[in-house]
């Protein structure tokens, strides 16, 4: 079955560490997102990456740093930097790149919800 | 710059009841495209429908239907004859050269 994988599906922090969320794909899609949702609000882009090796900043980067290292993977560390990182983490992926791949539909994984203690 | 506003926040609704979803949109683009998502209580974000801004039509799909009008910078869904199971977040959202969610409309069907 092809899909998005995000693991852990609940992470736990304390203030000042480093956690890394995973984000895989089976699905063959250049591009993949990051994006950031808070209780009663909408997702907002963190990063996102259409090829490998190369990635851009969102709305909201600040606090965050990401690789893309494999097509099939994008990991989102939420470093000691980002101040109220509390928050559901969705990764998404499109097929395409590029123009096109702003207007593809984006497919989401499951979600991981980081709770800083 | 775009924008996407779902006014209701909350809309609770007896099942069986139909129920709209409201969306309006701002955009300076001819180009856009348009998306309904709904995220159940599991979390994750499920797509339902994809509109370009050149196609007016408006779309079935069982019980869902959607109302797309370019001159209100609208587009509406209805859920017909609601069931519990389409209790969830739902988000309409935006594209030209970047996604932008609404904040989004939890709707509560009640047995």
Known sequence: DGGITQ??????????????????????????YWYRQDPGQGLRLIYYSQIVNDFQKGDIAEGYS?????????PLTVTSA???????????????????????????????????? | AQKVTQAQTEISVVEKEDVTLDCVYETRDTTYYLFWYKQPPSGE?????????????????????WNFQ???????????????V?????????SE?????????????KP
């Open chain 1, 82 to 117: 980002q101040k109220n990182p509390t928050a559901f983490y969705l990764c998404a992926s499109t097929p395409s790149r590029g123009l096109a791949g702003y207007t593809d539909t984006q497919y989401f994984g499951p979600g991981t919800r980081l709770t800083v203690l």
């Open chain 2, 86 to 94: 389409d209790s969830a977040v739902y988000f309409c959202a935006l």
């Open chain 1, 66 to 74: 990401v690789s893309r290292e494999k097509k099939e993977s994008f």
């Open chain 2, 70 to 84: 370019k001159s209100t910078s609208s587009f509406n869904f209805t859920i017909t004859a609601s069931q519990v």
């Open chain 1, 7 to 32: 693991s852990p599906k609940y992470l736990f922090r304390k203030e000042g560490q480093n956690v890394t969320l995973s984000c895989e794909q089976n699905l063959n899609h250049d591009a993949m």
């Open chain 2, 45 to 65: 974000l499920v797509f339902l429908i994809r509109r370009n801004s050149f196609d007016e039509q408006n779309e079935i799909s069982g019980r869902y239907s």
């Open chain 2, 97 to 109: 050269r970047k996604l932008i969610f609404g904040q989004g409309t939890e709707l509560s069907v």
